[in-house]
C-alpha cells in the first residue's frame, strides 16, 4: 500500500513538473529568439560566456545544493523531525558562508580572467563588466535560495516547484519586451532584469517554505557534527560538481578563447534547444529521487534496484522520443525558430549535445544511489578525474588546429566512460546485477535507438527541406518510438500492466460520458 502511494505521488508530481516544462519550453525558446534578435550574435555570446565565468563559480553551491537535498530527504524518510530542522539550519549557514565565499572568487580571480583572458571586442568590454557584477550578484540569491528549494523537493511538493518556474519564465518574457524599447545598452539592461527576477522568485521561496514547513527559519546555527557530516559528504561532491562545470562551462571559455563569441552564441543556442528536451527527463528524475533516497533509508533495497533499472529506461524513452525528430530536422528546426539569423555550426553543435544528453539520461539514477548511500568519495574522484580530462584534451586539440567540435566530440566520448565507471561502483555499493541491467535496460534501448531513426530517417532523404516534410519526419519519429519501445522496450510484465492501464483509462473516460450524455 504505502509503494502505491509513492506511485501515485511520482505519478502525480511527474505530472505537474511536466505541465510546467511545456509552459517552460515555450516561453524560453520564444525568449531565446527574441533576445538573440535584439542583443544581435555577438552580444548574445558575450552574455553566454560572461555569465559561464561566473557558472564557473557555481560548482562549489551545486554540490552543496545536492548534499542538502540527500540530507533532507534522508531525515524525512527517518521521520526525524528534529534533525531534520537542524540539518535545514545548518545548510543555510553554510550557503550564506559559501555566498561570501562565491563574492570573493568572483571579484578576484573571476574578474581577472574576465578582462585578462576572454576575447571580447574592446567596444563592449565595459558592458560586459556591468553583465559579470550583475551575474554574480544574481548568483548570489540561488545559493541563497538552495536550502529552500531542497526542502520542497524532498516534501515532494512538485506543484509549488511548478508554479514558480512558470512565473519565472513569464517574468523574463517580460524582460524580453522591457529591452527590446529599452533606452540604455540593452545587454546590461537584460543582465539587470534577469537579477530582479531572481530575487523575486527568491522572495516566493523565503515565504512560502516558511509558512509551510515548521524546521525551515532563518537562525544561522549548527552543531559541529551535522557540519563536518554534510561538509564532508558535499566536499567530496564539490569534485563532481566541478568537473561538470569545467565540462560545459569550460568548453565555453575555450571556445570563445580560441574562436571568439560568435562561437559561443551558437554553443549557447545549440544548449537552449538542449535544455527544452532534456527537460523531459530531468522532471521524471527529480520526482523519482526523493523515493530513492527515503527507500534507501528505510533500509528497502530490492525496491531502490526495481527504480533504478525502471528510472534508467524510462529516463532514454522519455528523451530519445523527442531527440530524435531534433536531432534527423535540426537544420530546418532551426530556421523555424530563428529565423535566417543562425550562428555558424549551431545545427552540428546542437546534435553532439542532444547525444551526449541521451547518454547522460542514464547517469542520474546511479548518482541518486551513490548520495543516499553517503559513500561519495572515491565515487567523485574517479569519475571528475575522468571527465576534467576533458578539458586539457580540447585544449590541445584546438592547439592543433582542429575545428570547434572537436571540443563536444570529446566530451560525449568521456561521458560514455564516466558513465561505465557509474555502473561499476553502484555494483559495488547495492551488490545488485550488472548482467541483468545490461539484459533488461542496455540491450532494448540500444535497439530502440539503431532501429527507430530507420523510417523518418528515410522519409528525411527521400524528400526536399520544407515545413511539411519537417513535421512528416517528426510524426514519423515520434510514433517509430512508441512501436519500438512497446515492442522491444518493456517486458512481458509491463505490456501487460501498461496494456491493463490504458484500457482502464478508456473504460473511465467512456463511462463518464455515458454518464454526461445522460444528464
Do not use: C
Amino acid at each position: 500500500m504505502v509503494k502505491d502511494n509513492n506511485s501515485k505521488r511520482i505519478a502525480k508530481n511527474t505530472l505537474l513538473l511536466y505541465i510546467r516544462l511545456l509552459v517552460v519550453i515555450v516561453v524560453s525558446l520564444y525568449t531565446s529568439r527574441i533576445v538573440l534578435q535584439v542583443l544581435g550574435v555577438v552580444d548574445f555570446g558575450i552574455y553566454n560566456v560572461v555569465g559561464g565565468v561566473v557558472v564557473m563559480l557555481a560548482f562549489l553551491n551545486t554540490s552543496m545544493a545536492t548534499g542538502i537535498q540527500r540530507f533532507l530527504s534522508f531525515e524525512l524518510g527517518k521521520e526525524n523531525n528534529d534533525k531534520l530542522k537542524l540539518v535545514f539550519r545548518t545548510a543555510l549557514t553554510i550557503q550564506v558562508m559559501l555566498s561570501f565565499l562565491i563574492v570573493i572568487l568572483g571579484e578576484t580571480v573571476g574578474l581577472w580572467f574576465l578582462n585578462n583572458k576572454m576575447t571580447i571586442p574592446a567596444d563592449r568590454i565595459i558592458s560586459a563588466n556591468w553583465v559579470y557584477q550583475l551575474s554574480i550578484l544574481s548568483f548570489v540569491f540561488v545559493i541563497l535560495q538552495s536550502p529552500f528549494n531542497a526542502i520542497i523537493i524532498a516534501h515532494e511538493r512538485m506543484n509549488f516547484y511548478a508554479y514558480m518556474s512558470i512565473v519565472e519564465a513569464l517574468l523574463k518574457l517580460f524582460v524580453v519586451f522591457l529591452i527590446a524599447s529599452s533606452p540604455f545598452d540593452k545587454l546590461v539592461s537584460y543582465a539587470l532584469l534577469l537579477g530582479i527576477v531572481t530575487f523575486i522568485i527568491f522572495l516566493f521561496y523565503l515565504f512560502y517554505t516558511k509558512k509551510r514547513f515548521i524546521e525551515v527559519d532563518f537562525a544561522l546555527s549548527f552543531k559541529k557534527e551535522m557540519l563536518i557530516s554534510m561538509s564532508s559528504f558535499s566536499g567530496w561532491n564539490t569534485l563532481g560538481s566541478l568537473s561538470y562545470t569545467m565540462k560545459s562551462q569550460g568548453i565555453n571559455i575555450l571556445l570563445n578563447m580560441f574562436f571568439g563569441p560568435v562561437i559561443n552564441a551558437a554553443r549557447g543556442l545549440s544548449f537552449q534547444v538542449f535544455t527544452a528536451i532534456n527537460g523531459f527527463v530531468t522532471n521524471f528524475q527529480v520526482a523519482f529521487r526523493p523515493q530513492m533516497i527515503k527507500s534507501y533509508a528505510q533500509g528497502d533495497i530490492d525496491y531502490v534496484i526495481k527504480m533504478l533499472y525502471f528510472v534508467s529506461k524510462l529516463s532514454f524513452f522519455l528523451i530519445y522520443i523527442i531527440s530524435l525528430p531534433v536531432l534527423l530536422e535540426t537544420d530546418t528546426i532551426l530556421k523555424m525558430w530563428l529565423g535566417n539569423d543562425i550562428p555558424p555550426e549551431t545545427s552540428l553543435f546542437t546534435r553532439l549535445v542532444i547525444l551526449t544528453g541521451i547518454v547522460d539520461a542514464f547517469a542520474t539514477p546511479f548518482s541518486t544511489i551513490v548520495h543516499a548511500t553517503g559513500k561519495v568519495k572515491w565515487f567523485q574522484i574517479v569519475t571528475s578525474s575522468i571527465m576534467i580530462l576533458v578539458i586539457p584534451v580540447s585544449y590541445f586539440l584546438f592547439k592543433i588546429g582542429l575545428p570547434p567540435e572537436f571540443a563536444l566530440i570529446v566530451s560525449l566520448v568521456f561521458t560514455v566512460l564516466v558513465q561505465i565507471t557509474r555502473i561499476l561502483f553502484v555494483k559495488k555499493l547495492i551488490n545488485f546485477s550488472i548482467l541483468h541491467y545490461f539484459k533488461h535496460v542496455f540491450v532494448p534501448t540500444s535497439i530502440i535507438f539503431i532501429i527507430s531513426p530507420l523510417l523518418p530517417l528515410t522519409l528525411h532523404m527521400v524528400y526536399e527541406e520544407t515545413y511539411e516534410r519537417m513535421f512528416l519526419t517528426i510524426l514519423m519519429s515520434i510514433l517509430s518510438t512508441l512501436i519500438f519501445t512497446y515492442i522491444f522496450g518493456l517486458n512481458k510484465k509491463e505490456k501487460v500492466e501498461y496494456t491493463q492501464r490504458i484500457k482502464n483509462w478508456f473504460y473511465t473516460k467512456m463511462k463518464s460520458t455515458r454518464l454526461n450524455s445522460n444528464k
